[in-house]
């Protein structure tokens, strides 16, 4: 197989020697006769290689700082085990989240709940289970936090969220870092100043820290290098008069490698950008130096994961084009609807063919947009082929849904060559476990 896919496929991927594609020593052909398709398959090795990478590339550089996962990416009570087992924090955003978190006691100092509008209940929820920090979006939060810490007689940790307005140069969907947006304080407008001086007056909480996330995915090193040394210096007044910061994150948002054409930068160039920004902007404004805390999310997961598809229908129309269909798409992968997003295709039980030809791979939805490959080289598919996209181990299953009433797909972790359900295929049952109906 291409060294350029192989960079993208999960660590452990060989190609047997009948060319099927062999993912953590499991054979995808046997897998999907075993568990059936669609299939999301997660190579154990790689997300702890990750997750250990995060955190060497950061803790040899500054001592003091965490990883988070942000299991926004994807979170099931086996990948927040595996966050624990690697002393992986977690970035929580919903009580959804927080369930799973405490399905596998997840220790609480550990969880930071994000959010830009988090209900009362989960509040009340998480500070029930007694959650290390609150990252705080607006006003109404910092009142709504405060009012229930002081019901459960706690002085519960916060941090702020800040807007810095720097753009993080990815998809206007998911850029969060600039003026207009839903997310944060505001540098700009005065209200990040007016948010810290009004939580230091809050009884019932302690602000231990700044936060802001620019987007994702960011390819780019300048917008956390331009963003840490804007918000340190936006601080340095602050700390000087009395803020005590003990904590400080510059989100996640680290890219991956969809495609072959762009490579992401190493964990270790945005180790180097944030650790550099971070501690020269302390050094220059003469601020103690905070704990650090990154939050990756996508690039812990994303590789580690494959979506497996069989082929069903395919339509040539002549001189125009060959559509191929697949059992899965746009209900377990929303991103090439929702964003473009660009994928490799491979299929995974012809990798020995080398006669290819130029398709368009659909999924099984009933919108004309349900497309997962526009335009793809691929060998000869039939019927009963399998087609795999790869890094899409991220914002696939954690965005999936039952569009068309079509149920979700099972996930299985392998590892040497075994493999074991994570998540079992959903049943019609289970489309209709909260409908009543006489
Ligand atoms: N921290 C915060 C506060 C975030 O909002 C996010 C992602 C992360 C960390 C992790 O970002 P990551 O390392 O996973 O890029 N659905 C989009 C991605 C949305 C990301 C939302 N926030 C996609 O499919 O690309």
New binding site residues.
């Given amino acids: 197989m291409e060294p350029k896919l192989l960079n993208i496929l999960p660590m452990e991927t060989t190609v047997s020697s009948d060319g099927h594609l062999i993912v953590g020593g499991c054979d995808v052909v046997e897998l999907s006769a075993k568990y059936g398709t669609p299939l999301y398959v997660y190579d154990e090795s790689t997300i702890r290689t990750m997750a250990e990478l995060f955190t060497k590339e950061f803790s040899d550089r500054y001592s003091n700082s965490r990883i988070l996962y942000?299991s926004?990416?994807y979170i099931n009570p086996s990948i927040a085990k595996l966050s624990i087992e690697h002393g992986l924090g977690i970035?929580i955003?919903s009580g959804g989240e927080l369930a799973v978190a405490a399905s596998v006691d997840f220790p609480a100092e550990d969880i930071f709940f994000?959010g830009n509008n988090k209900s009362r209940t989960e509040v009340a929820e998480a500070i029930d289970y007694g959650i290390g920090q609150f990252?705080a979006d607006s006003f109404y939060e910092i009142d709504l936090i405060n009012e229930l810490a002081s019901n459960h007689n706690k002085v519960q940790n916060v941090m702020l969220?800040l807007s810095p307005g720097i753009d993080g140069h990815t998809?206007k969907k998911?850029t969060?870092g600039i003026l207009d947006t839903k997310f944060g304080f505001s540098i700009e407008t005065g209200d990040a100043e007016k948010a810290i001086k009004y939580v230091l007056t809050c009884k019932n909480l302690d602000l231990t820290g700044i936060?802001f996330?620019l987007g994702?995915?960011i390819f780019e090193m300048e917008p956390y290098d331009l963003a840490i040394r804007s918000v340190i210096e936006f601080l340095s007044p602050l700390i000087k008069n009395g803020f005590n910061m003990r904590d400080f994150s510059p989100?996640?948002?680290?890219a991956v490698g969809y495609t072959s054409e762009k490579s992401p930068p190493n964990i270790s160039e945005y180790a180097k950008t944030i650790v550099k920004a971070l501690t020269e902007s302390c050094e220059q404004f003469d601020i103690p130096y905070p704990r650090l805390l990154v939050?990756?999310?996508?690039?812990i997961v994303a590789r580690a994961g494959i979506a497996l598809y069989k082929v069903g229908a395919i339509k040539e129309i002549p001189g125009l084009r060959k559509y191929v269909s697949v059992d899965g798409g746009m209900g377990d992968n929303i991103?090439p609807a929702?964003?473009d997003?660009k994928y490799e295709v491979i299929v995974a039980n012809k990798l020995n063919v080398t006669d290819t030809e130029v398709v368009r791979v659909v999924g099984k939805y009933c919108e004309t947009g349900d497309i997962l490959a526009p335009s793809a080289d691929l060998p000869r598919c039939n019927t009963g082929d399998l087609i795999v996209l790869p890094t899409s181990g991220?914002?696939g299953m954690s965005?999936s849904s039952n569009y068309n009433l079509n149920p979700r797909p099972a996930v299985v972790m392998v590892s040497n060559g075994n493999s074991r359900i994570i998540r079992r295929r959903e049943t019609y049952a289970d489309l209709m476990r909260c409908d009543e109906f006489e």
């Fill in positions: 942000a926004k990416a970035d955003v994000h990252v969220r998809h998911t969060t936060h996330h994702s995915p989100g996640g948002g680290f939050e990756p999310g996508r690039s991103r929702l964003y997003s991220a914002y965005m």
